[in-house]
């Protein structure tokens, strides 16, 4: 919730975080720059906040919005503190018995005793009522 009085906003983040502002009504704005630019505070304006790629430590990302007067005086801000975290499955991919992250073949499947890709076994048996 916006704090009373403030008309405009805008938003810094550090460079582990993507920021994209939406306003209802009207076309994706696309991605907040780091500081500098502000935007009116209309009713329905959505940031969203993402990670392309793991954090190297907790809260070690940040976002910051600033909310400004009529007259662009500074009002107050809020931030939050974000972490990525990264999953990935990883397998066998080549079925020689060593589980690798980046294995090119972890996309495909092939059958055969040259073949490659993860042998999933799904158990669907009801084992309790």
């Not at 662009?72 to 809020?78: C, K, L, T, Y």
């Given at each position: 919730?916006?704090?009373?009085?403030?008309?405009?906003?805008?938003?810094?983040?550090?460079?582990?975080?993507?920021?994209?502002?939406?306003?209802?009504?009207?076309?994706?704005?696309?991605?907040?720059?780091?500081?500098?630019?502000?935007?009116?505070?209309d009713e329905g304006t959505?940031?969203?906040?993402?990670?392309s790629r793991a954090s190297?430590?907790?809260?070690?990302?940040?976002?910051?919005?600033?909310?400004?007067?009529?007259?662009?005086?500074?009002?107050?801000?809020?931030?939050?503190?974000?972490?990525?975290?990264?999953?990935?499955?990883?397998?066998?991919?080549?079925?020689?018995?060593?589980?690798?992250?980046?294995?090119?073949?972890?996309?495909?499947?092939?059958?055969?005793?040259?073949?490659?890709?993860?042998?999933?076994?799904?158990?669907?048996?009801?084992?309790?009522?």
């Open positions: 919730v916006a704090p009373a009085g403030a008309v405009s906003f805008g938003v810094k983040h550090t460079e582990g975080v993507s920021v994209e502002v939406a306003c209802r009504g009207r076309a994706e704005v696309g991605s907040a720059p780091s500081s500098g630019t502000r935007w009116p505070l959505v940031l969203r906040f993402s990670m190297t430590e907790v809260n070690d990302n940040k976002v910051t919005v600033s909310f400004y007067a009529e007259g662009g005086q500074p009002i107050n801000q809020a931030g939050v503190f974000l972490t990525g975290i990264g999953i990935s499955l990883d397998v066998d991919a080549d079925r020689d018995g060593v589980v690798e992250k980046n294995n090119p073949n972890k996309a495909s499947w092939t059958w055969g005793p040259e073949g490659h890709g993860a042998i999933l076994l799904v158990s669907c048996d009801k084992e309790s009522p």
